[in-house]
């Protein structure tokens, strides 16, 4: 891993502040670590937020929701493209967190109930991470065996949530509804009654998009920390990293944990959102829908798999009919085969640099040699 | 006494189904280290082929069936060359631009789950598409047993015969045929065999051409029992997976255990309390041997055997 | 200046999703023009329920044609917008949104399954959608926008169990499929077996995804019932009447699933579905002029859909019920939708095609379900099909029962019998 980072100030010598915070978020463990790529970035935020004031209310919904699964496609990219662990599981946390959010908002519609809903709710989905995570990091299971375990597991929760339609199956006022799944559940809200956040459709779309870029900015700094490179290590090699002394399965389970909070934050988003959570996001068609998306982002770039979150999703989403599977499986199968890191990484290791050629080599006056790059 | 032979009739069922389902992907992922997630649609594939083959075409249910296999073989030889070892893209593009562009998916576990997940996704659909929403269904063959009162269906039982016929033929093909001992000798040490002259990309191609036309023959064995619809295969996964997965690293005596232990215990649950626990009981068991023997039943098998064997 | 130029790699990164969602600014989409009127019909014809949702869509696209080439509703054309929800129900929730956001529908048909139905139920109500839902389900919703025109649970069970007592006697085995529809179905059978003087000796519930029956079978003939009533439901739950036909089960079978709407006797090779009757309001071979005349519904449809496989017994409900609509609209004399839901509520009828003769059926105002004809349809040996029994059967349970009165008071809700009948608990 020996490419260099920015690490320290930039050329100018401006705000040494700035060029802290950039040593915080730059490293070798993702993709973009130049004045560039932030200028980018921010101008795609500035572009995402005008958004709303360009379209309608039903395409700021539909983007909300694919902001909103972008935190599962970040969960698995945290959990396989960093840890090593392929899990067809997040689903199972996303679904958890998601149903734990209805039924304690369902009982309890205030704003103060709501908010504490949302915290649960996502405690929910961390804690059934490391339930899970502990019965098979400690249990010894390994590689493929694991990604079964967690195939397995969100059948079972399939099969129970959908049998869960009787009066039984009632928590207070919320019943869970088995296979048509609960209804009205609540729209987010923050704080207690009285100074309350409250959302709408606009509103919602920049609480997702705000928490989004912050969580994203989060999960970089965590990356490129020395503690990212301790989970980069268990995913290249467990045994060499168990001999130099770390603790390998106490740092698969907290990274799992960690992809569970964050599966579970999605859940509990989506739960807001659509105001219904059902069994049908354990089935195997959903679950597979993480792993198709951080696969074709890159999963070893958070950036990847955020880009390939909303990319596909709104390409799936556009497309109708008969053809919308065949094209999405035929997809799939080209970019796995073609490019198997994924796009970002492609984009970043192989086609901006042939782009920067080109450039150069039209540019035929430069007879300098190429100045050092940097990044 | 009628319940004893009711519990016998089902666990032969369920080993039926289990080690039937199980077979292919066993020996895909034993020799290979591909994970096959189109495991399903290839068996849907030899049901659909199967069921063409009798009805359309008006073959008798036997040469249907191995029609059925043939079709499933050839499909699975166009995507090992295709997919599995990108041998024809790579050929195509050296031609082309002079260098490969596709790396073979063997021992890649998660990329191979990935692309197989969307050769299944185009399967089912292009079936939908091409065949439409159901297929007219061929009856079941061979009438039932009556005993006191019950009665079961005599092909099912039967199938039981035709799954312990399926697991000694592949043992008989790894143990006493030439492509057999190459196939040993790659999963063993894949490097070592190369280097004494093993073509080991042809042992690949003809275990995944095996591995399909075992999911064919699941597929057009069951085809006279379950409903012809393009998701068909989806029903079979579970139990398959969770048979190798239990099974182990040894494909014929893990496949056989698993499909032993865990047919035990379906049909046990299911005869007393119904089939949802009975689905629920072959889930549970699974994770626990997993949690248990993390190795399934032959590799835990394997190593108390090498311990002893020190120990000796 | 070659420092401009180079090291774009992070600009492009970065913008990818830029590029994406820039993409999604295309509104598109218009509001209906002030002559025409646009139905929204959603009806699933990929995924799981492409098999029974693809009639639907059909029947309503016959409808709608034979409206418009009679001079359209009030003198406007109907147009339709008929997106495939590809049996997804966030597809669905999305469709639904757009539908009457985007495209402003005067009045929306969707979905196959009640979980798509309680799916978009909450956007409905909060945009008081005039929602038209045509499948048979377990009955109970009594909501201000939905009109649950197709038979309920209790209509459809109804009308076969107690023949199927008289025929063959007290003794029942329940199967149903281990969710809501089926679950609440098997309380209703357990509330008629009561009314009727019978007696559920057994239920199994069995999980969707089951397709292996040989242990149901056989606790099947352990019980040794006068008759089994099942509620299976989906493809996995078909594979149940062929392996019973190869077991030897022969007890006879009432259903309010099979054959009238994934046509089995027709898909499975005799005498998988012998001796099944099926308690429906419609099936392809319901003897009555309106269906089986020389141009009458079967033939119109298969003039339009040569190459349709069956017509099933929702693609019924659909049809008539936008025949409904149509007689609302005019009545009211509006398009506007909360005049045409009072109008729907002043007591419609119309000549469906499952009403023998000049009968016809009628929404009931109070509940906005409808008094269907039902009929008992027996598959013989070689799976031809007759009518054994036919009566109207009223939906009672939100009338009588509940005291469901949407005409005097607007609710959104969905009752179940477990809170009002003993036996069903």
Redesign the interface.
Known sequence: MATETSAGSPADGSAGRLGRVRSYLEGPNT???????????L??LI??AA?PM??????V???T?FFVYAFLGLSLSIVWGYAGVLSFGQVVFFGVAGYTFGVISVNFATPAGITGAFVVGVLGGAAMAAVLGYFMFYGGVRDVYVTIITLVSTLVL??FM??T???EWTIGEAAL?????M??IPNLALGVEGAALTFDNVTYYYFVLALLVGMYLALRVLVNSDYGRVMVAVREDEDRTQMFGYNVKRTKLTVFTLGGALAGLSGVLYAAW???M?P?VFELTFASLPVIWVSVGGRKSL?GA??AT??IE?FR?SL???L??VIVGALLLVFILGLPGG??PW??EK???W??RI??SR?TG?A?A??E?T? | MA?GL?LL??FL??FA?IVLAAAGLAIIFGIMGVINLAHGEFIMLGAYATTLANIQFGLPLPAAMLAGVAVTVAFGFVVERTIVSGWLPNAISQRAIGRNVIEPLYDRLADSMVATWGLSLIMV?GV?ITL?????????P???I?YG?????L??VSLAGVALAVLLGTYALFRYTTYGMRARATIQDEDTARAMGVDTERTYVTTFAIGSGLAGLTGALYA??????P??G??FL?EAFVAVVVGGPSVVLGTTLAGGLLGAIN?TV??LF???F??IALLVTAIVMIRFLPDGITGFTERLRDRLQEGA | M??G??????????????A??????C?GGTASSSDTVTLGILED??G?F??VG?PKHKASLLAIEEINADGGIMGNQIEVFD??P?S????Y??LT??AI??QQVDAMWAGY???T???I??IIDREDQLYFYTTQYEGGVCDHNVFAVGPTARQQLGSVLPYLVEEYGPRIYTIAA????G??SADWVKVLADENDAEVINE????????????????I??A?PDFVMSMLVG??H??FY??K?????DVPIGTSTAMAQ?YEH?????P?MENIYAGVNYMEEIPTERNTREGGFVDRYFEKFPDA?YLNEEAENNYFSIYMYKQAVEQAGTFEQEAVKEALESGISFGAPEAPGDEEISLVPETHHVDHHMWVMRADGEHNVEAVDNRVIPETFLKDTVGCDLTQEDEETQY?P??FYEEAG
Request: negative net charge; charged residues 15%.
């Open positions: 993709v973009g670590n130049s004045r560039q790529f932030w200028a980018g970035f101008v795609a572009a995402l958004y360009l379209t309608n209310s039903y395409q919904g539909r983007v929701l399939h099969t959908a049998q339609a009787g009066d509804g088995g296979f048509n799944g209804p009205t659509g105001n219904y059902s049908g950036l955020l880009a909303i990319g709104y989403n109708g009919g008969e919308a599977f796009i970002v984009v970043d086609l901006v640099p782009l920067q450039i150069q540019s430069a300098a190429p100045t790059e990044d | 319940n009711n009739f089902q069922d369920s189904f659909q939908r439409g929403n159901s297929l007219d269904q061929i009856g079941t061979l009438g039932n009556a009162g019950f009665s079961y269906s092909y099912r006279p029992t379950i409903t012809m619809v998701g068909l989806s029903s579970v049909a299911s005869n119904g089939t949802f009975g689905r | 070659s420092d130029l180079s090291s774009r790699r992070g600009f492009l990164a970065s913008s990818a999703v830029l994406g969602t820039a993409l999604a600014g509104s014809r990929s799981n492409a098999l693809d997106p495939d590809q997804d129900n966030q597809r929730q999305e949104r757009r956001n985007q399954s009640s979980a139905r309680e799916a139920r909450p281990d969710y809501n529809f679950q609440l199994e519930f069995i999980p969707l995804s089951n397709s292996q029956f040989g242990s149901t079978i056989n606790r003939q352990e040794d493809a996995n078909t594979s062929e392996q036909a190869s077991a030897g089960l994934g027709l898909r499975l090779d005799p998988a496989p179940t477990q809170d």
